[in-house]
């Protein structure tokens, strides 16, 4: 038996923190008392504040894909056309799922190395002179690649097209650890879940729903039920829910937007942003490649890495996983066997990472994979080089060089 606590390092589900668990450890109230309408109201009132938006966040007791397909039932009607780009396997998979309720999706194809180009977008929307593209739908952060794409500069893009498409945006591996604005950004749809950013277990879906978003469900064919947002929207007013909600992961929920927001949404994407770096560091240093070609693009909820050919990544990940009792991300569809990944998100501090990265370095040399010792030394000089996340903000950077003196004396 391993000793210790599993190092769960994979960009999804991610470690739930103490604090969520013991909140959870609840006896299940009656979901039409007034108990359970506090608990909602108050879970609905924080979610407005982790997506920014004064709409309401709609939530289904289901996976990140239930929640996918509540944003095309509720907008979309069968024979429709939608504008989506091939950034890795999530957004391959959503493309399916469009596809199977009789959208029709132009896919702009894409190298998994790269976000969704912003003039792509632009080009086709403009060349869309009959205006049938009904949607443009963006995965936020690419899980499968390590690559974020640039949502703000997506809409600007569409706005300086003057055209008229919702924007759906899957933030299943962002929302909470990457800067995301739904109402500044005029999306439509945000689509979520409860088991990567918001460090829950599995099992809570989100959409967030513009005015326009509404206005589109009222109009369009699609046949639904369990997903229809009027049915949720009636009862949510109040607090409640037309059905068995899942009250315990409720009470997660609470937890963990009063978690995000006492450590300041932008404290928490700045320290995502530096642990993102850190690995990187190591990584190079190591002498692998990250996956992700775009530095804007780098995501920092997870970081991709490509093995050295002759090299196989799964084989790897278990010499870690039997060695180190650490699961890291694997290589999805084509990436299979080619790349792992390093979730570094959600509850994550700096000595988590450190941690993870040490037992990715240990288990380079235990599966013969050629690399430069020394890794987890440059994620640490990328991590002294940058504020803590448990420093108070008063407190200046402490120089590299003071560290050493420190040291010394
Ligand atoms: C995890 C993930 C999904 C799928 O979510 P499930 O909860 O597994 O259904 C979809 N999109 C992205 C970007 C993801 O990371």
Redesign the pocket.
């Known amino acids: 038996m391993p000793q210790g606590r599993h190092f769960l390092q994979i960009p999804?589900p991610s470690p739930v923190p103490d604090r969520v668990l013991r909140a959870m450890d609840m006896p299940v109230i009656d979901h039409r008392s007034s108990e359970f309408a506090e608990l909602g109201k108050t879970v609905f009132d924080g979610c407005q504040k982790i997506f920014k938006t004064n709409g309401p966040v709609i939530i289904f007791p289901s996976?990140?894909?239930g929640a996918?397909e509540a944003a095309i039932v509720n907008t979309l009607s069968p024979g429709d056309k939608v504008l989506m780009v091939e950034t890795g396997h999530?957004a391959t998979l959503w493309r399916q799922m469009a596809a199977r309720w009789g959208i029709e999706v132009d896919f702009i194809p894409g190298d998994w190395r790269h976000g969704a180009d912003p003039a792509d977008i632009e080009a086709r929307l403009v060349q869309d002179e009959k205006r049938a593209i009904k949607a443009v739908m963006v995965?936020h952060?690419?899980?499968s690649t390590g690559v974020t794409s640039r949502v703000g500069e997506i809409r600007a893009a569409m706005d300086r097209a003057g055209h008229q498409a919702l924007l759906l945006v899957?933030t299943?591996?962002s929302l909470g650890s990457v800067d995301y604005r739904h109402d500044e950004w005029k999306v439509d749809v945000t689509v979520s879940?409860s088991?990567?950013g918001f460090m829950l277990p599995?099992g809570l879906g989100f959409n967030a729903v513009s005015e326009k978003a509404r206005a589109a469900a009222k109009i369009n064919k699609m046949p639904r039920s369990y997903w229809d947002w009027d049915e949720m929207l009636k009862p949510n007013a109040a607090g409640f829910f037309p059905y068995t909600p899942a009250t315990n992961l409720l009470y997660g929920l609470r937890e963990a937007i009063a978690m995000l927001l006492e450590e300041g949404l932008d404290a928490v994407f700045a320290r995502h942003k530096r642990l993102a770096a850190a690995t990187r560091a190591a990584i190079t240093h190591w002498g692998l490649e990250v996956l992700c070609l775009e530095p804007a693009e780098y995501s920092p909820v997870l970081t991709a890495v490509l093995m050295p050919p002759g090299h196989d990544a799964d084989k790897f990940r278990k010499t870690v996983l039997d060695t180190y009792n650490m699961s890291l991300g694997s290589g999805l569809s084509k990436l299979a066997g080619k790349v792992f990944r390093i979730g570094h998100l959600g509850e994550c501090n700096e000595l988590t990472l450190i941690g993870a990265l040490s037992g990715v370095e240990m288990g380079l040399s235990a599966a013969g994979v050629p690399h430069r010792a020394g890794g987890v030394e440059a994620a640490m000089k990328s991590l002294e080089e940058r504020p803590q996340s448990n420093s108070p903000a008063h407190l200046k950077v402490v120089k590299p060089d003071r560290v050493a003196d420190h040291r010394d004396g």
């Open positions: 999804g996976s990140g894909t996918w999530f995965v952060n690419e899980t899957d299943i591996s879940c088991q990567k599995p």
